[in-house]
């Protein structure tokens, strides 16, 4: 059986739509097309059978046009047992205009009149769904369908609930046969991987891989999962969002489920998120059920002597807080130990040595996050890091970038300091020392240079007028030359007056020579010095960058 809108119905949609006008649909028509064949597609492009195969033509009561959702409506013929008799197996919807706007291939059905006594008449009822965009406004229906016809959505989905809650049962939250909708990477980027998954009892099934296109984020990638109403149907349908995303109901009321698949923290660090089994056929065959024997099962071989516990039975407690060696904890003193140690530790702040927070941990990056959702840390920290939206959110701590550091306390080493607030770089108050050795009582050579060959000069002071005599002897007397003349014996010598003169006298050139000169020591003393200065934009040791993380 397959029904179709026709070419001509697709048209005068359009057609009323940029006229903005109401698309009526007035009558069904029956007809008996010999050698239709119900089983093929309809030829949408055919008109109206011929006048002699139309067996029967139904004006639609304004009161059996209905609505199911706004791109849905329905039309119902209910034909009574008076009427007859005749066969069907094509059936039209046909609008005011007389265009064939729908049609439907039905097996051959028979249509008969009540006659007493000779023939008991049926009834027959044909519902028409038609979907396409807008299709409610267009059509101007505004009675909702579920009003007059048999409504079996009820039933339905109280079906599909049932069917979802046994594999629920059966899978648990997530089970992902083998690599099935595993993240990995293909030739032209990454995919995942084709194969079936059962989420909160939903079976996805890929065929074929399904590839990524654009730029993925670095963080968690999620399949989010629904059964969807589709026309009368409800069916599974899935899509990938980023980011780590909770279980929650859309506007339309359905209810969608999502699971982590798997962490991208670069093209070559991709972490598999999925809790994976390795079904790769029947589970009958994958759980051993034909003969009830797990060949690997530890637990079938172990008895109360192997334990040494004489009474198995009672040999258990609910209490995290017992010690004793002849007693085993249950699976809820188990849970009770790790609320107790999940509850000490909200509040902690820790380094991870890989970019991304484990489970049960948040950045330490100053985010606003929900009150609710962390209602345990936010009772702890409450506004101390910031009151987020003042409502519903509230600021973690921001720890990117910087050391920590116990909190004084009263101690005194880092005093008047509030806890948990922010404090800036600094170099403690300190001077530098210098010097330079002293270099003890010197001195420093001096000279001067060289005069070359040279002479002094030197001379004797004048004398005057005056005589030169020389001593009487015997005989000696006056000469005949007068005053200027001595007359000594043997004969007469005559000399003049020498008159006024000098007398000079000559030195001898020194030669080439220097001359030096002495420079007085000039003590004990020291010379200053200049320091510079150096380092960079702060002061640090040696560090380790972490990502810290606060637990909640």
Same mark, same amino acid.
């Given at each position: 059986?397959?029904?179709?809108?026709?070419?001509?119905?697709?048209?005068?949609?359009?057609?009323?739509?940029?006229?903005?006008?109401?698309?009526?649909?007035?009558?069904?028509?029956?007809?008996?097309?010999?050698?239709?064949?119900?089983?093929?597609?309809?030829?949408?492009?055919?008109?109206?059978?011929?006048?002699?195969?139309?067996?029967?033509?139904?004006?639609?009561?304004?009161?059996?046009?209905?609505?199911?959702?706004?791109?849905?409506?329905?039309?119902?013929?209910?034909?009574?047992?008076?009427?007859?008799?005749?066969?069907?197996?094509?059936?039209?919807?046909?609008?005011?205009?007389?265009?064939?706007?729908?049609?439907?291939?039905?097996?051959?059905?028979?249509?008969?009149?009540?006659?007493?006594?000779?023939?008991?008449?049926?009834?027959?009822?044909?519902?028409?769904?038609?979907?396409?965009?807008?299709?409610?406004?267009?059509?101007?229906?505004?009675?909702?369908?579920?009003?007059?016809?048999?409504?079996?959505?009820?039933?339905?989905?109280?079906?599909?609930?049932?069917?979802?809650?046994?594999?629920?049962?059966?899978?648990?939250?997530?089970?992902?046969?083998?690599?099935?909708?595993?993240?990995?990477?293909?030739?032209?980027?990454?995919?995942?991987?084709?194969?079936?998954?059962?989420?909160?009892?939903?079976?996805?099934?890929?065929?074929?891989?399904?590839?990524?296109?654009?730029?993925?984020?670095?963080?968690?990638?999620?399949?989010?999962?629904?059964?969807?109403?589709?026309?009368?149907?409800?069916?599974?349908?899935?899509?990938?969002?980023?980011?780590?995303?909770?279980?929650?109901?859309?506007?339309?009321?359905?209810?969608?489920?999502?699971?982590?698949?798997?962490?991208?923290?670069?093209?070559?660090?991709?972490?598999?998120?999925?809790?994976?089994?390795?079904?790769?056929?029947?589970?009958?065959?994958?759980?051993?059920?034909?003969?009830?024997?797990?060949?690997?099962?530890?637990?079938?071989?172990?008895?109360?002597?192997?334990?040494?516990?004489?009474?198995?039975?009672?040999?258990?407690?609910?209490?995290?807080?017992?010690?004793?060696?002849?007693?085993?904890?249950?699976?809820?003193?188990?849970?009770?130990?790790?609320?107790?140690?999940?509850?000490?530790?909200?509040?902690?702040?820790?380094?991870?040595?890989?970019?991304?927070?484990?489970?049960?941990?948040?950045?330490?990056?100053?985010?606003?996050?929900?009150?609710?959702?962390?209602?345990?840390?936010?009772?702890?920290?409450?506004?101390?890091?910031?009151?987020?939206?003042?409502?519903?959110?509230?600021?973690?701590?921001?720890?990117?970038?910087?050391?920590?550091?116990?909190?004084?306390?009263?101690?005194?080493?880092?005093?008047?300091?509030?806890?948990?607030?922010?404090?800036?770089?600094?170099?403690?108050?300190?001077?530098?020392?210098?010097?330079?050795?002293?270099?003890?009582?010197?001195?420093?050579?001096?000279?001067?240079?060289?005069?070359?060959?040279?002479?002094?000069?030197?001379?004797?002071?004048?004398?005057?007028?005056?005589?030169?005599?020389?001593?009487? /002897?015997?005989? #000696? !007397?006056? $000469?005949? &030359? %007068?005053?200027? @003349?001595?007359?000594?014996?043997?004969? =007469?010598?005559?000399?003049?007056?020498?008159?006024?003169?000098?007398?000079?006298?000559?030195?001898?050139?020194?030669?080439?020579? /220097?001359?030096? #000169? !002495?420079? $007085?020591? &000039? %003590?004990?003393? @020291?010379?200053?010095?200049?320091?510079? =200065?150096?380092?960079?934009?702060?002061?640090?040791?040696?560090?380790?960058?972490?990502?810290?993380?606060?637990?909640?």
């Amino acid at each position: 059986m397959s029904a179709s809108i026709t070419l001509a119905g697709e048209s005068q949609i359009a057609l009323k739509q940029s006229q903005k006008k109401p698309l009526i649909i007035t009558r069904f028509i029956f007809a008996n097309v010999p050698g239709l064949n119900p089983e093929t597609p309809v030829d949408r492009a055919a008109g109206k059978p011929s006048a002699g195969q139309i067996v029967q033509v139904y004006d639609i009561p304004e009161q059996n046009a209905g609505f199911v959702n706004p791109n849905q409506v329905v039309y119902s013929c209910q034909l009574g047992s008076d009427i007859g008799d005749w066969d069907f197996n094509w059936v039209g919807l046909e609008d005011a205009e007389g265009v064939l706007f729908a049609v439907s291939y039905v097996p051959l059905q028979q249509k008969r009149k009540n006659i007493p006594p000779q023939q008991i008449g049926n009834n027959v009822t044909r519902n028409f769904l038609v979907a396409f965009d807008g299709a409610m406004q267009l059509t101007g229906v505004k009675i909702d369908a579920s009003t007059w016809q048999h409504d079996f959505t009820v039933r339905l989905a109280g079906i599909d609930e049932r069917e979802r809650l046994s594999n629920r049962e059966m899978y648990g939250r997530a089970c992902f046969f083998g690599k099935a909708l595993a993240f990995a990477k293909s030739e032209n980027g990454f995919q995942l991987n084709a194969g079936t998954a059962y989420i909160e009892g939903i079976r996805v099934f890929m065929s074929k891989p399904w590839p990524f296109t654009g730029v993925i984020p670095v963080g968690t990638i999620t399949l989010d999962v629904c059964l969807e109403r589709q026309l009368n149907d409800r069916v599974a349908t899935w899509k990938v969002v980023y980011g780590e995303k909770g279980d929650y109901t859309d506007a339309a009321g359905v209810r969608h489920y999502c699971v982590p698949l798997a962490y991208y923290a670069s093209a070559t660090e991709i972490y598999d998120a999925r809790p994976a089994e390795p079904i790769a056929g029947a589970l009958m065959q994958h759980f051993a059920a034909r003969d009830g024997d797990y060949a690997n099962l530890r637990a079938r071989g172990t008895t109360k002597e192997d334990v040494e516990l004489g009474n198995l039975p009672n040999a258990k407690s609910d209490d995290p807080n017992t010690n004793s060696s002849e007693i085993l904890a249950t699976t809820a003193a188990l849970n009770k130990l790790q609320k107790q140690v999940g509850d000490s530790m909200t509040g902690m702040v820790a380094g991870f040595s890989m970019s991304w927070p484990p489970e049960g941990w948040l950045r330490c990056n100053g985010a606003a996050v929900s009150r609710t959702t962390y209602a345990r840390l936010f009772a702890m920290l409450g506004a101390h890091y910031g009151a987020g939206d003042g409502l519903t959110t509230f600021n973690l701590p921001d720890m990117r970038g910087l050391f920590p550091r116990g909190w004084d306390d009263g101690r005194g080493v880092d005093p008047s300091r509030a806890f948990g607030t922010f404090q800036d770089m600094m170099i403690h108050s300190h001077a530098h020392t210098a010097s330079a050795a002293a270099v003890g009582d010197h001195l420093h050579a001096a000279w001067t240079d060289a005069q070359g060959n040279h002479v002094h000069r030197t001379w004797t002071d004048a004398q005057g007028n005056h005589n030169h005599s020389a001593p009487s /002897a015997p005989g #000696v !007397g006056q $000469g005949a &030359g %007068g005053p200027n @003349t001595i007359q000594m014996s043997g004969g =007469a010598h005559e000399t003049s007056w020498a008159g006024n003169h000098a007398h000079n006298v000559g030195m001898d050139a020194a030669g080439h020579h /220097a001359h030096n #000169v !002495g420079v $007085g020591g &000039g %003590g004990a003393h @020291t010379h200053g010095v200049t320091v510079t =200065a150096t380092g960079g934009n702060e002061t640090r040791p040696k560090n380790l960058a972490l990502l810290f993380c606060i637990k909640y």
